[in-house]
């Protein structure tokens, strides 16, 4: 077993190991794992009552991110593989600031405006904005329809979006018009990105 | 020759009148006089319980001129009153009602405004570029006073212009087709007509609904048609805040 640390820093990682922590049966199961010099997946199913397989896919989930390490062992000439623990030291770290928007500062100049016969339903809020937009995908009877709440900022913007037959604005300008500070541009970011791939704004 | 940029009258409404002139004919061809006398009763008798509630809701004073005559004049043609020397009474006074009655339908005076609001609204609009969106448009800021906003609106209202509904923070001036569903509670939910907004702030916004833009002979260029609206319902305020409300009549009947 080793003592060095094993850090899990990226979200793919964070999202696999957070995967198998939340696991009802976790906490026997690496109590096991601790203890035992190693163990297999029939062992370790049988010890907490659990299906083979679902013992199985624990260990390969642990085995995948280097906390174990398994071993081929032949019993009557059958080969299975015994897991133990390599590394007894985990450390998340998820920075969510990286999930930052990027190029926000570029998108604010971006001029945009509906597009003509967008098909988007707006329902109107009060105090000057929208309270949600539900946008259409597909067409006849495979067509599908997503409703999105909007937050304060986001529907205050869209209410102050340009029409289709209006001239094209520069997002910062809409913000302004709208009585929106800088604060609200990755969320607005976010629905108007939205809005583009869904050829709703332009 | 003026030209209209709203449609022809709709068909809904020729129908009804159509249907109730066959009625009235059918009535005193197969069923006699009695059976005639009982439809023109019952025509006229719900138009003046109709009128009385408007009035109660508006208390615009010219429908005390009309609720009357509905009411005599529905009084006087049914058989159970028709039988009875206090018909003439009843005639007399739909006689003497007549008058005021017909005046009030010459002059405008109960019309809805909704297709000369219309018709005012896409005057000054000549593109015709569509544009169609759901979405309210921001008409920006006035200077107003929150009472001065609510006379107004109790103004539009007593003429048929539009049909108030008053909010803590705002006024939603409905324009509607069918006047009457509004005043009855029939309707409630404006999001899907055709309204304007003003906010206790001042700020201005307005909706045309699909059904009012489908109105218009041409794709009007929206955000001018909306812009138009828009200016229309201020310049009415900036005249109304000046008492010069006359001159906001005189506009939709010279339409």
Known sequence: MGNESLEFSGFEDVRKISTLLSREYTYNFLKLLMNYRDISASEAASRLELHIKTAQDFLEGLTELGILEKKSVKEDKRPYFRYSVLKNDLRINLDISAFSFPGLDEFKKKRIREIKESGAVFKEGKEMAIRAVTIFKGKGRSRVSNRINLTHCQGKFLFHLPFPTGEPMAVEKIIVKSGLNKECLPEIYDIVQLMIRNKVIE | ?255
């Not at chain 2, 159509?18 to 138009?47: C, D, K, M, Y």
């Not at chain 2, 200077?143 to 209202?157: G, K, M």
């Not at chain 2, 304007?196 to 001018?224: C, M, R």
């Open chain 2, 1 to 255: 020759m003026k030209t209209r940029k709203i449609k022809t009258m709709s068909l809904g409404l020729i129908a009804i009148t159509v249907i109730l002139v066959i009625l009235l004919l059918s009535g005193r061809t197969l069923g006699g006089e009695e059976i005639f006398h009982w439809v023109l009763s019952l025509a006229n008798l719900p138009f003046a319980f109709i009128h009385f509630f408007v009035w109660l809701r508006t208390r615009n004073p010219v429908y005390l001129m009309t609720f009357p005559y509905y009411l005599f004049i529905g009084l006087t043609f049914l058989p159970p009153v028709h039988k009875l020397k206090v018909h003439l009474v009843f005639a007399i006074l739909a006689a003497l009602f007549m008058v005021p009655f017909f005046v009030t339908l010459i002059k405008k005076k109960i019309n809805w405004r909704y297709r000369e609001v219309l018709e005012l609204a896409a005057k000054p609009v000549e593109g015709k570029a569509d544009g169609f969106t759901n979405r309210p448009y921001p008409a920006g800021n006035i200077d107003a006073a929150e009472e001065d906003i609510r006379q107004y609106s109790h103004f539009l209202f007593r003429e048929m212009i539009a049909y108030p509904l008053v909010e803590k923070e705002r006024i939603i001036l409905v324009i509607p087709k069918n006047m009457w569903s509004w005043i009855f509670f029939v309707k409630k939910d404006y999001s899907k007509a055709t309204h304007v907004i003003f906010e206790n702030s001042g700020n201005v916004s307005v909706k045309i609904a699909e059904d009012e833009y489908k109105a218009y002979k041409d794709e009007l260029t929206f955000d001018h048609l909306c812009s138009s609206m828009a200016d229309l319902f201020i310049k009415w305020f900036e005249l109304f805040k000046k008492k010069e409300d006359e001159k906001i009549i005189k506009e939709l009947n010279d339409i």
